[in-house]
């Protein structure tokens, strides 16, 4: 094959094809706890998300709720994957295996949101959120039925693998994913590119800039207790019960049950079977859809 500019172009047409392609097919497993926020600066700066109050009749003068002080800020990080082809392969046409080289960075590309989402969310006991408190804890500041402070827990200790509940409908939801600018194809083609003279190769990359970062803790519960029964039913009941300043619930239903691999059949025992196995009508069946996600493993 000889090399020039039409046939690089055409190079080039063909790995974007394949990156775009595959880039599109995917469906990440981030979208269920990370809501989607665009960004056009360095960092992004987030308000305490659990200030917005509920509805109140209109009597007299609106009354004004200051959201708090920005607390939380998430800064952007540039990533980045490159491939080389060397010259040799492009003259002896050698080119079939890097089309699906190319659809597979497509697909790490849409899939790169879970691996800085799910670490966040796997050891949120660990990491602080807006309020002070651990993002999974036992004692966030939350309030009773008449607007008094009462702590307020999402997470259960215990030995066994966590599963988590998720209210996945919530505009607001436990973790953010901010974008500064999407992943693309970009290439270094040219012969007279420094790569080419030097190396020998002709090199393609993909690079973006992104960022994950802790959003709403009510949205979400971490239980590291048996999953059964019992413990789902309070964890369902802790989430469903929160309410805010003015006392008022927040209307959190966990929608999502989310498992790691080993946990999958018993949890699918638990809320998908009619019936249990002494063959009494199962009364959590079809409470909350069970997802398995591999990075809980």
Request: glycine share 8%.
């Amino acid at each position: 094959m000889d090399i020039n500019a039409s046939t690089l172009r055409a190079i080039y047409t063909g790995l974007s094809t394949a990156f775009n392609q595959r880039f599109a097919s995917i469906s990440p497993l981030y979208t269920m706890v990370a809501m989607p926020v665009p960004s056009t600066s360095a960092i992004n700066e987030y308000p305490r998300l659990d200030d917005l109050p509920g509805f109140r009749e209109w009597i007299g003068d609106r009354m004004i709720h200051d959201l708090g002080a920005l607390t939380y800020t998430i800064r952007n990080k540039t990533f980045e994957k490159t491939i080389a082809i060397k010259r040799e392969q492009i003259e002896d046409d050698q080119l079939g295996i890097f089309t699906p080289v190319a659809g597979q960075m497509g697909q790490d590309a849409a899939e790169f949101p879970d691996l800085l989402c799910w670490p966040l969310f796997k050891t949120g006991e660990t990491l602080k959120c807006y309020d002070g408190q651990y993002f999974f804890d036992t004692d966030h500041p939350g309030y009773n039925e008449q607007g008094n402070q009462i702590s307020v827990a999402n997470f259960t200790d215990g030995a066994g693998p966590a599963w988590y509940l998720v209210d996945d409908a919530q505009a607001v939801k436990p973790l953010v994913y901010q974008t500064r600018r999407p992943f693309v194809l970009t290439p270094m083609q040219s012969p007279d590119d420094p790569n080419v003279f030097y190396q020998g190769k002709f090199v393609w990359g993909v690079d973006g800039r992104s960022n994950a970062g802790l959003g709403l803790w009510q949205t979400a519960y971490k239980s590291k207790a048996t999953l059964n029964e019992a413990n789902l039913s309070a964890a369902l009941t802790a989430m469903s019960t929160i309410r805010r300043r003015s006392g008022q619930v927040l209307n959190i239903s966990a929608k999502k049950l989310l498992v790691p691999p080993a946990l999958e059949i018993t949890a699918r025992k638990l809320v998908e079977a009619e019936l249990t196995n002494g063959g009494e009508t199962n009364v959590m069946a079809r409470m909350v859809s069970v997802v398995k996600v591999p990075y809980l493993a």
